[in-house]
């Protein structure tokens, strides 16, 4: 026996936009996650480096992606939103080849 | 005042669980609230589960002792929010019915992905919370001066009258308070402590005055440490491999360990703070330990810009940080050593350390980034864990099945980077804090923060302190409501098919709540003394280990079978606990050297992670041709 969603999502024709978009989003973030972690483990004395206003590297790049992850998250939300309102107004959608793509709900 | 607090908000708590227990009369509303939170009330919810005691206690803790590297976490922990908003939230939203189960089985009804994700969901759940059980002890042994035995209990009971009386619902509104409050209260800290400043000398606005630590000059022979100061006579002195040579002092009568020094060919002894196990009790400092004799709080900088007397005054936070990272900065850090002195006697030795600021702000002091090539795959294996974990931890991943859509799934997520990204960077200026105004407990560098607001004064300790405990009580909640789903709905209801109606299921979930929140009482007294951070730490790796694979190839690779995904959870749980079970801070615990470990990495991650990925995709591979998945 299959189980439903514990409240019904119904058709979400914006899925598919929804999906690409936050996996190219995931990987813009990972990118730069990984070049933090990788100055860490491969140049760590680069952290030193004095970039701004008296603080170094490490804290600068720290800090900045803790706020690019909601900068990022707001963008996100922006694009969804206006997808969603295209499909909810019936309009053709702008730039999206599987417009007519149902969400897998 | 503390206690005054702390027992208005348990009141305040239990009585929020009796009004909304009407909520949990139906399997969604104990297990879902019903699917009828706001997106704003559950994205706050998820800070108050996210922000654990690892994150307030710990992460606080680790920058006041280790700087940067404590703050690693905080990048980590935040960093996995981006993959459960851009992967994870909204598919998941669509798939899953109360558990993380429901969500990997919905394609399939497999009794295999049944009985694994739900062996997960609680193996995951109980690692994590140990270390908010033990964070729980540690808490009130202070704040209302029980042992910390009793503080586990109390936590314990608490809790599971929250869970049972009105499960998932009650649980979201202590969460959301919680989280809320713990963000304004830390958000006042913070402004406190940068308006206090930086001193060379801090003394807690002038409530304690500033201890200035001895030093006295030695002279060494080939075996023997020398003190040409009259009065002082040397009575032993005990070299500690990894530490420092220490000698035990007599000056009058009282019997004190300091450090020996050596710069350019002049020796120095400098004072240090001890605890002796005696037969008579212990000593603390040469004296019987007692109210008034406890260990001095320690923790401030020695030199401000080069500066040995400097006070700035209230500081903005970039000049506060920039202080710190200055290299004509030095913060005077504590360590400890342990050995047996000569009369058999266990003694603990704390004794400070200098270090320049641009050492304690940038990473390596506690992750050897510039070790060895184990060591860098150490810390990278770690990151990736936080990275990965997030996504895959069962008691934030059945907060999504409380709002009711997968936009509303989405924004919660949103809110809940906002609050926990800037609770992050709060954290940066708690622990600094702390690490700067003679605040630190040497021997418990978990109580960094509530010890910090204690330095301006009982009202604010005692709101921190309730939080803080609040902090581990919604927490908890949380995990116990994760793991009695896992029992009653996804192996009783799910996997066993036990014939049950919508009032059993929920008493199901009840009883199943009670023993596990007993389970949890236990493991929180045997555990008493680990370190939460690294234990929560591990529990990231495990998460990521076991679910995340199964997430990720559900949602994005077509060719996932049922088999696939049970195998890639079992060998992500076995590798994840066995590598852990053999790594080098695992043989510490167990009293034998880490060298001897014969797995040379502390964070299973690196190895575990993509394992379970590859598990799936072969066994995938190999039973695609089967014409039922749903038979596995």
Redesign the interface.
């Known amino acids: 026996m299959l189980h439903e969603p514990s409240t019904p999502a119904g058709k979400d024709p914006a899925a598919p936009y929804k999906m690409r978009l936050g996996l190219r989003m995931f990987a813009i973030y990972a990118f730069f996650y990984a070049g933090f972690v990788a100055i860490n483990v491969l140049s760590p004395l680069t952290m030193a480096t004095i970039v701004f206003a008296g603080l170094n590297l490490a804290t600068v790049y720290g800090v900045a992606l803790i706020i690019g992850a909601l900068f990022e998250a707001l963008i996100y939300d922006v694009l969804c939103r206006r997808k969603e309102a295209e499909f909810a107004r019936g309009e053709k959608p702008q730039g999206d080849p599987e417009q007519s793509a149902e969400g897998k709900a | 005042m503390a206690i005054i607090v702390f027992l208005a908000f348990v009141i305040f708590v239990i009585g929020l669980s009796l009004y909304l227990g009407n909520r949990a009369k139906t399997v969604?509303g104990y297990?879902?609230a019903g699917?009828?939170i706001h997106w704003g009330v559950n994205g706050i919810a998820f800070a108050g589960d996210y922000l654990s005691a690892a994150s307030f206690l710990g992460i606080c803790g680790l920058i006041a002792t280790v700087g940067?590297d404590g703050?690693?976490y905080?990048?980590g922990y935040?960093?996995g929010?981006?993959?459960a908003?851009?992967?994870v939230a909204?598919?998941l939203?669509?798939?899953?019915?109360?558990t993380f189960t429901?969500a990997v089985?919905?394609?399939y009804?497999s009794r295999g992905i049944k009985l694994a994700a739900a062996i997960s969901t609680l193996v995951v759940s109980i690692c994590y919370l140990i270390p908010q059980m033990v964070g729980a002890g540690v808490l009130v042994e202070p704040l209302l001066g029980i042992p910390q035995a009793w503080g586990v209990v109390m936590v314990g009971a608490v809790v599971i009258t929250i869970v049972a009386t009105a499960g998932m619902a009650s649980t979201t509104y202590v969460q959301f308070l919680k989280g809320g409050l713990l963000i304004i209260f830390s958000t006042v800290l913070v402004g406190a402590v940068l308006l206090r400043g930086l001193s060379t000398q801090p003394d807690q606005g002038g409530m304690a005055p500033f201890y200035e630590y001895a030093r006295l000059p030695a002279t060494i022979t080939e075996t023997q440490i020398e003190v040409p100061e009259p009065g002082y006579t040397v009575l032993e002195q005990q070299a500690v491999k990894g530490a420092a040579v220490f000698v035990l002092l007599r000056h009058e009568g009282l019997d004190t360990w300091w450090a020996v020094a050596e710069k350019e060919g002049v020796i120095t002894l400098n004072e240090t703070q001890s605890v002796v196990v005696k037969a008579d009790g212990q000593w603390i400092n040469g004296a019987p330990a007692s109210d008034t004799n406890q260990l001095r709080q320690v923790g401030n900088l020695e030199k401000i810009n080069g500066e040995t007397e400097a006070n700035t005054g209230s500081i903005s936070p970039?000049?506060f940080?920039?202080?710190l990272?200055?290299k004509d900065s030095t913060v005077q850090s504590w360590k400890t050593a342990n050995f047996v002195d000569s009369a058999g006697q266990k003694t603990t030795v704390y004794y400070s350390v200098l270090v320049p600021g641009?050492r304690i702000?940038?990473?390596?002091l506690k992750?050897k980034?510039?070790g060895t090539g184990l060591q860098?795959l150490d810390?990278?294996s770690l990151?990736l864990a936080l990275?990965l974990g997030t996504a895959a931890l069962p008691h934030i991943l059945i907060r999504y099945?409380t709002?009711?859509?997968?936009?509303s799934a989405?924004?919660s997520?949103?809110v809940a980077?906002?609050a926990i990204?800037f609770f992050?960077?709060l954290t940066?200026f708690m622990g600094l804090g702390a690490m700067t105004n003679a605040v630190l407990n040497p021997a418990d560098s978990n109580m960094a923060a509530p010890l910090l607001a204690r330095s301006f004064g009982q009202l604010i300790f005692a709101i921190i302190s309730a939080i803080a405990f609040a902090t581990v009580l919604g927490t908890v909640s949380g995990l116990i409501v994760a793991a009695s789903g896992a029992v009653a709905h996804d192996l009783f209801d799910?996997y066993l098919q036990i014939q049950m109606d919508d009032r059993q299921k929920v008493r199901a979930g009840k009883i199943s709540a009670f023993v596990i929140g007993g389970l949890a009482i236990l493991l929180g007294i045997l555990f008493q003394g680990l370190n939460v951070t690294f234990l929560v730490g591990l529990a990231f790796a495990v998460a990521a280990s076991a679910n995340l694979p199964a997430i990720v190839m559900l949602?994005?690779w077509k060719q996932t079978t049922a088999r696939g995904i049970a195998a890639s959870i079992i060998v992500g749980i076995v590798a994840s606990l066995t590598l852990i079970a053999f790594s080098p801070e695992l043989y510490t615990l167990y009293g034998k050297n880490p060298l001897d470990a014969p797995i040379p990495l502390n964070n299973p991650g690196i190895i575990s992670i993509p394992l379970s990925f590859i598990t799936l995709i072969v066994v995938s591979l190999l039973t695609r041709q089967k014409p039922t998945p749903a038979t596995a």
């Not at chain 2, 939203?93 to 109360?98: I, P």
């Not at chain 2, 702000?361 to 390596?364: K, L, V």
């Not at chain 2, 709002?403 to 936009?407: E, I, L, T």
């Open positions: 969604s297990y879902a699917g009828k940067y703050f690693l905080s990048i935040l960093a929010w981006v993959v908003l851009f992967v909204e598919p939203k669509r798939l899953g019915k109360y429901d089985d919905a394609n009804d970039l000049a940080l920039a202080v990272t200055s641009d702000m940038r990473p390596g992750f980034v510039e860098r810390f990278l990151m990275f099945y709002v009711p859509d997968p936009a989405r924004k997520t949103i980077i906002a990204g992050y960077i940066l799910r949602l994005f």
